[in-house]
Structures are given as structure tokens and as C-alpha cells.
């Protein structure tokens, strides 16, 4: 089961000076198989999707951008599209490449999600990825 969090490792990782908005991240997506929530640290391939056009690893992500609303920082992301692709995903990991692949929050979808031959999109909300 994937249970939407950010993940303890990425807040304790922040305090210690280890991310940065320059470094790159990605997004990886999953089956039902794995069991992640708010103790993932590391982006890994159990239970990553596999399929026509997915890369192991996920996609860049792009448009990062920071703000501060209501006294919390967030970092937020624009969407990532799959094109071509033939995947049934249960939810996705954004994790920091750059910095040994720590994770930073994932998400459950709720229901599998699936695309046959065709795109799938994600929006990431920015309120997921805050510091208090």
C-alpha cells in the first residue's frame, strides 16, 4: 500500500543542508505491491511499474519552484507526462537523484491508474511538499 506522505527522511534531511532546488529530481511510478508511506528514504525498484515505453527511474522533473504561504515553505513541481506508454501505476515517488536517490514524498493514487499506449499525467499538488 502507498499512503501520500512526505517522507520523515526528507525533513530531517532539509534541517541537515542536504537538498537543494538545483539538484535533480524525478518521479518514479508504482504498483500495488510495494508498501511505502512516511518511512521511505531511498528510491528503489521493488514494486516500480515496468511496461511498453517506462523507463526504470521515472521521468525529471521539471518547473521547480519554492514559495512561502502561510509561514510554511513549499516546493512545488510542474505536471510530468508519460507519453507512449502502457503502465498500471498505484501511486509514484518523488525522489532526489542527485542527492543518493533519498526520497522526498509519495503518493496513492486511491485506484490503479492506467494507460495503454497512450499518456499519463501527474500534478503533483504543492501542498504535499511543505516545511513547517
Same mark, same amino acid.
Not at 512545488?76 to 507519453?83: A, L, Q, R, T
Not at 497512450?118 to 516545511?131: D, F, H, M, Q, R
Given at each position: 500500500?502507498?499512503?501520500?506522505?512526505?517522507?520523515?527522511?526528507? &525533513?530531517?534531511?532539509?534541517?541537515? #543542508?542536504?537538498?537543494?532546488?538545483?539538484?535533480?529530481?524525478?518521479?518514479?511510478?508504482?504498483?500495488?505491491?510495494?508498501?511505502?508511506?512516511?518511512?521511505?528514504?531511498?528510491?528503489?525498484?521493488? #514494486?516500480?511499474?515496468?511496461?511498453?515505453?517506462?523507463?526504470?527511474?521515472?521521468?525529471?522533473?521539471?518547473?521547480?519552484?519554492?514559495?512561502?504561504?502561510? #509561514?510554511?515553505?513549499?516546493?512545488?513541481?510542474?505536471?510530468?507526462?508519460?507519453?507512449?506508454?502502457?503502465?498500471?501505476?498505484?501511486?509514484?515517488?518523488?525522489?532526489?537523484?542527485? &542527492?543518493?536517490?533519498?526520497?522526498?514524498?509519495?503518493?496513492?493514487?486511491?485506484?490503479?491508474?492506467?494507460?495503454?499506449? #497512450?499518456?499519463?499525467?501527474?500534478?503533483?499538488?504543492?501542498?504535499?511538499?511543505?516545511?513547517?
Amino acid at each position: 500500500m502507498i499512503r501520500t506522505a512526505l517522507c520523515d527522511s526528507f &525533513k530531517l534531511d532539509i534541517l541537515q #543542508g542536504r537538498h537543494s532546488v538545483t539538484d535533480e529530481y524525478k518521479i518514479a511510478l508504482y504498483d500495488n505491491s510495494v508498501d511505502m508511506g512516511e518511512e521511505t528514504q531511498a528510491y528503489t525498484t521493488e #514494486g516500480e511499474v515496468e511496461g511498453l515505453g517506462y523507463e526504470s527511474g521515472g521521468k525529471v522533473l521539471g518547473d521547480i519552484r519554492t514559495d512561502l504561504i502561510d #509561514g510554511s515553505a513549499h516546493m512545488s513541481f510542474g505536471d510530468v507526462i508519460f507519453e507512449n506508454v502502457s503502465v498500471i501505476a498505484s501511486g509514484c515517488m518523488i525522489y532526489n537523484a542527485s &542527492k543518493e536517490n533519498r526520497a522526498v514524498a509519495v503518493f496513492g493514487f486511491g485506484q490503479d491508474v492506467e494507460a495503454r499506449n #497512450g499518456k499519463l499525467t501527474i500534478s503533483i499538488p504543492s501542498s504535499v511538499i511543505a516545511i513547517v
